[in-house]
């Protein structure tokens, strides 16, 4: 029977993408590992594979469409001997167990892309049993379940492999029929939290007199939007302060820069910044955890976020292990990730987990700020420049220091102030005595 390719969630997080660009046509023959096309999600432009081997019977979803949700209908794959007429569209996705009939890892039931076959309705979403385990049906099995209020648990499919197809629901009757719970309200995390009770036509029609270029959200900006408002919406935090005198790790790093030249190395200030922060977290490893929930996990090795600057957003690629790494080691590596993440090239778990975030503008010329924690992280270190300013020494006199200013943002339900400043203190003296990050 043919097989459906639904799009997959090519990230935990990744509820719509967009289908950027097909690399196969209708009545090409494809093998198992070949490329298939190019989606792109709100962090990434990725290369889907097939998972089975067949022809490319039906693309339903054309390149280009954007928004397209996870687990939907793009194409259809015939298996040898089928006919593009016998695409009914109607078979079922795989279990977790890797179940054939798939041509994708996901596992739920597909819903009804807007470019699919036309249809009355949508195909409700595929429902459970009540022991959790999916119930297999037709697309057009659901929807006339969903029409009639017919309960799909109490029905017994005679499609393959047990599916329930239409006829077992005609057959039912109303007469057996229970009605299905209704689902329950569901907030997409592509979709940005709305930040005041007045819609965007209202404030348009504010600026209507006024020359303007309405600029649409991408899947990025959505991510950033409802990430960051659901920051500082659900997350208490507090913030602690630094001056932090880094002549001596100026020079120490012009000492090293020399002596790895020969090898093409050249160690920045933030290669330090990581490896202070990523010892900091193993000095004071209670402070190194994440937020759950309903619960703290406490990290053990250093797995450090670093944000990097792209068009039209940012990345947070994570080295980890952070602790454990030479200097060199984390120059090469964080200029890879940086290089692939400013052409949408990290792989999801480049990206995602990490304890603790470094975010640094004072290559810009910000002496300090206060960021926002990227949830579940416990804390986020903002970064300014080191600005040549007068500062007292211990024997009282005056005299000029560079000193770079950082702010701790802190998650208070994950550390509390004694905790945060006890970390705070372990970055300073790890940078302003550089050489011990080398013991």
Same mark, same amino acid.
């Given at each position: 029977?043919?097989?459906?390719?639904?799009?997959?969630?090519?990230?935990?997080?990744?509820?719509?993408?967009?289908?950027?660009?097909?690399?196969?046509?209708?009545? /090409?023959?494809?093998?198992?590992?070949?490329?298939?096309?190019?989606?792109?999600?709100?962090?990434?432009?990725?290369?889907?594979?097939?998972?089975?081997?067949?022809?490319?019977?039906?693309?339903?979803?054309?390149?280009?469409?954007?928004?397209?949700?996870?687990?939907?209908?793009?194409?259809?794959?015939?298996?040898?001997?089928?006919?593009?007429?016998?695409?009914?569209?109607?078979?079922?996705?795989?279990?977790?167990?890797? =179940?054939?009939?798939?041509?994708?890892?996901?596992?739920?039931?597909?819903?009804? *892309?807007?470019?699919?076959?036309?249809?009355?309705?949508?195909?409700?979403?595929?429902?459970?049993?009540?022991?959790?385990?999916?119930?297999?049906?037709?697309?057009?099995?659901?929807?006339?379940?969903?029409?009639?209020?017919?309960?799909?648990?109490?029905?017994?499919?005679?499609?393959? *492999?047990?599916?329930?197809?239409?006829?077992?629901?005609?057959?039912?009757?109303? !007469?057996?029929?229970?009605?299905?719970?209704?689902?329950?309200?569901?907030?997409?995390?592509?979709?940005?939290?709305?930040?005041?009770?007045?819609?965007?036509? !209202?404030?348009?029609?504010?600026?209507? =007199?006024?020359?303007?270029?309405?600029?649409?959200? =991408?899947?990025?900006?959505?991510?950033?939007?409802?990430?960051?408002?659901?920051?500082?919406?659900?997350?208490?935090?507090?913030?602690?302060?630094?001056?932090?005198?880094?002549?001596?790790?100026?020079?120490?790093?012009?000492?090293?820069?020399?002596?790895?030249?020969?090898?093409?190395?050249?160690?920045?200030?933030?290669?330090?910044?990581?490896?202070?922060?990523?010892? !900091?977290?193993?000095?004071?490893?209670?402070?190194?955890?994440?937020?759950?929930?309903?619960?703290?996990?406490?990290?053990?090795?250093? =797995?450090?976020?670093?944000?990097?600057?792209?068009?039209?957003?940012?990345?947070?690629?994570?080295?980890?292990?952070?602790?454990?790494?030479?200097?060199?080691?984390?120059?090469? /590596?964080?200029?890879?990730?940086?290089?692939?993440?400013?052409?949408?090239?990290?792989?999801? *778990?480049?990206?995602?987990?990490?304890?603790?975030?470094?975010?640094?503008?004072?290559?810009?010329?910000?002496?300090?700020?206060?960021?926002?924690?990227?949830?579940? *992280?416990?804390?986020?270190?903002?970064?300014?420049?080191?600005?040549?300013?007068?500062?007292?020494?211990?024997?009282?006199?005056?005299?000029?220091?560079?000193?770079?200013?950082?702010?701790?943002?802190?998650?208070?339900?994950?550390?509390?102030?004694?905790?945060?400043?006890?970390?705070?203190?372990?970055?300073?003296?790890?940078?302003?005595?550089?050489?011990?990050?080398?013991?």
């Amino acid at each position: 029977m043919p097989i459906e390719i639904l799009m997959p969630a090519l990230s935990p997080t990744m509820e719509e993408g967009t289908l950027a660009k097909w690399l196969v046509k209708e009545g /090409e023959t494809v093998s198992s590992g070949d490329i298939i096309a190019e989606i792109e999600t709100d962090k990434a432009t990725m290369e889907f594979e097939a998972v089975d081997e067949g022809t490319i019977g039906k693309i339903v979803v054309p390149e280009g469409s954007e928004g397209v949700k996870v687990n939907t209908l793009i194409a259809v794959l015939l298996e040898d001997g089928e006919e593009a007429s016998d695409a009914v569209l109607s078979s079922a996705p795989a279990d977790d167990a890797g =179940d054939k009939a798939a041509a994708t890892a996901v596992t739920a039931e597909p819903a009804t *892309h807007p470019n699919a076959e036309p249809s009355t309705a949508p195909a409700p979403a595929a429902p459970a049993a009540s022991d959790g385990s999916r119930i297999f049906a037709s697309p057009l099995a659901r929807r006339i379940a969903a029409d009639k209020g017919l309960d799909l648990s109490a029905l017994k499919g005679s499609g393959p *492999h047990g599916r329930i197809v239409k006829a077992d629901v005609l057959a039912a009757g109303d !007469a057996s029929a229970k009605p299905a719970p209704a689902a329950g309200p569901t907030v997409s995390a592509a979709t940005p939290a709305a930040a005041s009770s007045v819609s965007a036509d !209202a404030i348009a029609k504010i600026y209507a =007199d006024r020359e303007f270029t309405e600029i649409p959200l =991408d899947g990025m900006r959505k991510t950033i939007a409802a990430r960051l408002t659901e920051a500082k919406q659900t997350i208490p935090h507090f913030y602690l302060r630094r001056d932090i005198k880094i002549d001596n790790l100026l020079s120490f790093r012009g000492q090293l820069n020399k002596q790895l030249e020969a090898r093409g190395v050249k160690l920045s200030v933030n290669d330090f910044i990581i490896k202070a922060c990523a010892l !900091a977290l193993q000095t004071v490893p209670a402070a190194n955890a994440v937020w759950a929930g309903d619960r703290v996990l406490q990290l053990t090795p250093s =797995d450090v976020a670093v944000a990097v600057a792209i068009e039209g957003g940012l990345f947070t690629p994570v080295l980890k292990d952070a602790d454990q790494k030479s200097l060199s080691s984390l120059s090469a /590596e964080m200029k890879d990730l940086a290089t692939r993440a400013r052409s949408k090239k990290l792989a999801p *778990h480049e990206y995602q987990g990490g304890s603790f975030a470094i975010s640094n503008l004072g290559m810009f010329g910000i002496d300090n700020f206060d960021a926002v924690i990227n949830p579940p *992280h416990g804390a986020i270190l903002a970064v300014g420049a080191g600005v040549k300013k007068p500062v007292i020494d211990e024997e009282g006199q005056v005299s000029v220091a560079t000193v770079m200013s950082v702010t701790l943002s802190v998650d208070h339900r994950v550390i509390d102030g004694a905790l945060g400043a006890e970390l705070l203190k372990a970055i300073v003296d790890n940078l302003e005595n550089p050489m011990g990050m080398l013991a």
